[in-house]
């Protein structure tokens, strides 16, 4: 069951990808790397799946699908 919207699962997608390219440009040279590096792989992963654990914990919602009426 999904509980982000369509355009928060870009946008972590996005965030996630854009914390792991640091990550890798910057690895043993700035000390955040491994937790940029972490927090990027999770924004990503929750993205591409569409569920995010702690969202739940909070009490957010799952996603209404809408039904496609014409099939």
Do not use: Y
């Not at 690895?27 to 590096?37: C, D, K, M, Y």
């Not at 739940?56 to 039904?67: D, I, M, N």
């Amino acid at each position: 069951m999904k509980n982000l919207p369509s355009w928060e699962r870009l946008l972590r997608i996005v965030a996630g990808l854009a914390c792991l390219v640091f990550t890798a440009m910057n690895w043993g040279i700035a000390g955040l790397s491994v937790l940029a590096g972490i927090s990027g792989a999770m924004a990503a992963l929750t993205g591409l799946i569409g569920f995010c654990p702690m969202c739940a914990l909070l009490g957010r919602k799952p996603v209404a699908r809408k039904l496609d009426r014409n099939a």
